[in-house]
């Protein structure tokens, strides 16, 4: 299932909404006092429920979300939680619509139309607000999902390895990616997509934070959304080694990493060397984002892995 977070629809507060229904409502007329206060529950029926259900419908079912995004938004925002909200919001629906019917009801069997529809207002404000906390959870939870990259069925290259060895540099010399590069680790903290177009379709690149050699559950949140990426997407991983060390981790270290990620995934490992100016060592693919040595020849690997993969460069489907 496809899931575009910028989708997501912008949910009113309690008071905004409240303000909106009875303001609908203020506007509406009728013959008599009974029929005008009947035509103003119908408006505020109306304008509740549908707003109710479009906020429902418009999320979409989380548990039958792509493993990817389903694992995205629950460490963005937490699944619990938003199921709780929407669950909320259904409630308030029908609460709404009970109390609605009841004064409908009411004013039809001769109550003085005025008082049923004020008693009437002031239960459904007090249901309302008592959601207040899930309307602005639903909204905050909007605003923290634009982080979760939209992403497209290309044949898709991950790049991993340890903090600050030059993945980003890389990327944003092969691809559309426009990653932060800076002199620290863990520069990278989100997952970052973009694309090589070729002649026919696309490679589908994703920039990732530095990972440490650790065990998963001992990773950091930055590090598990890495994991997420190359578990989930990667049809092929490229594996960034900095053999300076100016990265500030040995060798051997990125190495154990490396030999971990290739028996933990089953996609094919593409192994590199970055900061190729800096050093000599040119027993794997030796690549400069400052002098472009080896780029030419990445793509051109990664591309026959993307024809090799679907027959066809990936995108021509
Ligand atoms: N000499 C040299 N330095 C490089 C090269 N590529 C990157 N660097 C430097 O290495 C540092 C880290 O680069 P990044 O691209 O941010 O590394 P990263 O692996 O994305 O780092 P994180 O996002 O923190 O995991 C920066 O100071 C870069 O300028 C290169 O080809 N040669
Ligand atoms: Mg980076």
């Not at 997501?8 to 507060?13: A, G, M």
């Not at 934070?209 to 989930?232: Q, T």
């Not at 996609?267 to 190729?276: N, R």
Request: glycine share 6%.
């Amino acid at each position: 299932m496809t899931f575009n977070p910028r989708k997501l629809p912008t949910v009113l507060t309690s008071q905004e909404l409240i303000d909106k229904a009875f303001r609908r409502a203020s506007r509406v007329a009728g013959r008599s006092r009974k029929e005008k206060a009947l035509n103003k529950l119908s408006t505020v029926s109306n304008v509740l429920e549908s707003y109710f259900t479009r906020i429902v419908s418009e999320h979409p079912s989380y548990d039958n979300l792509d493993p990817f995004y389903r694992e995205m938004v629950d460490a963005v925002v937490g699944i619990g939680q938003l199921r709780k909200s929407l669950a909320s919001l259904k409630w308030a629906n029908s609460m709404t619509q009970k109390i609605i019917s009841g004064g409908v009801r009411r004013i039809k069997g001769g109550q003085n139309p005025e008082n049923v529809l004020k008693e009437v207002y002031g239960r459904i404000a007090s249901i309302i607000e008592q959601i207040d906390d899930e309307l602005r959870f639903l909204n905050e939870a909007k605003q923290k999902m634009r982080e979760i990259p939209t992403l497209s069925d290309d044949f898709t290259a991950v790049f991993a390895g340890y903090p600050n060895v030059g993945k980003s540099s890389i990327v944003s010399i092969i691809s559309t990616v426009k990653p932060e590069i800076a002199s620290y680790p863990f520069t990278t903290k989100e997952i970052y997509v973009g694309y090589i177009e070729l002649d026919a379709g696309r490679i589908q690149i994703i920039d990732t934070p530095g990972l440490l050699d650790r065990p998963i559950e001992r990773r950091n949140r930055i590090e598990r959304r890495a994991i997420l990426a190359l578990r989930h997407l990667a049809d092929v991983i490229v594996f960034v080694i900095d053999p300076t060390e100016t990265c500030g981790f040995q060798l051997e270290k990125q190495l154990s990493l490396l030999s971990e990620i290739k028996g933990q995934f089953e996609v094919p490992v593409v192994e590199i060397y970055s900061k190729s100016d800096l050093h000599n060592m040119r027993d794997r693919l030796a690549v400069s984002a400052y002098t472009g040595e080896g780029v030419g020849e990445l793509v051109r690997i990664l591309k026959n892995l993307a024809e090799g993969e679907s027959g066809n460069v990936a995108g021509n489907n």
